[in-house]
T-cell receptor, first 114, second 115 residues
């Protein structure tokens, strides 16, 4: 299957700082990418849909000014958690859409805010 | 509205025995159905999908799933479980008429295969 690379795999940051997470489709072009958040022992919660060259579409309840998404090219989307706080600690996962039916997921990023 | 239900939080099975992980769905249009597996601190790996065609879908690592339209189910099965199959399994659905490509995930089922 296709490969989506997410970086970093884990990050620890101080409260109040910003953290950027990258999601790259390595062997296909992803016009659409998705960002999810997963709490321990829970399912994936869709945060936003990222379309190349346009503004991201955020799900209800997700603060767009806190979770900045940029999709500058067909192979790269970034999620920046601004002014991070301990409650933002979570597992973040991206996926890239290939064609009409296939979604490939990154390996996830464990964010810990201290 | 689309929804997915995985009624079992955990499924326990002995190695070598068949396993079933249940999934039911609700969509207004044609369902596109998916199974993913997640290992600890990792992203999701694709197992199989149903879009159209044969109701029995075969996927990776010996897994298969059967689409049952009348029961709105898409249960995941494997004839002989391995200890290495122990992981978290997610069923997901998309409405085939929805151009947003959004996937709705079930709550996940933890599969534990004991030696």
């Amino acid at each position: 299957g296709a490969v989506v690379s997410q970086h970093p795999s884990w990050v620890i940051c101080k409260s109040g700082t910003s953290v950027k997470i990258e999601c790259r489709s390595l062997d296909f072009q992803a016009t659409t990418m998705f960002w999810y958040r997963q709490f321990p022992k829970q399912s994936l919660m869709l945060m936003a849909t990222s379309n190349e060259g346009s503004k991201a579409t955020y799900e209800q309840g997700v603060e767009k000014d806190k979770f900045l998404i940029n999709h500058a090219s067909l192979t790269l989307s970034t999620l920046t958690v601004t002014s991070a706080h301990p409650e933002d600690s979570s597992f973040y996962i991206c996926s890239g859409q290939r064609g009409f039916t296939e979604a490939f997921f990154g390996q996830g990023t464990r964010l810990t805010v201290v | 509205a689309q929804s997915v239900a995985q009624p079992e939080d955990q499924v326990n099975v002995a190695e070598g025995n068949p396993l079933t992980v249940k999934c039911t769905y609700s969509v207004s249009g044609n369902p596109y159905l998916f199974w993913y597996v997640q290992y600890p601190n990792r992203g999701l790996q694709f197992l199989l999908k149903y879009i159209t065609g044969d109701n029995l879908v075969k996927g990776s690592y010996g897994f298969e799933a059967e689409f049952n339209k009348s029961q709105t189910s898409f249960h995941l099965k494997k004839p002989s479980a391995l200890v290495s199959d122990s992981a978290l399994y997610f069923c997901a659905v998309r409405d085939g008429m929805d151009s947003s490509y959004k996937l709705i995930f079930g709550s996940g089922t933890r599969l534990l295969v004991r030696p």
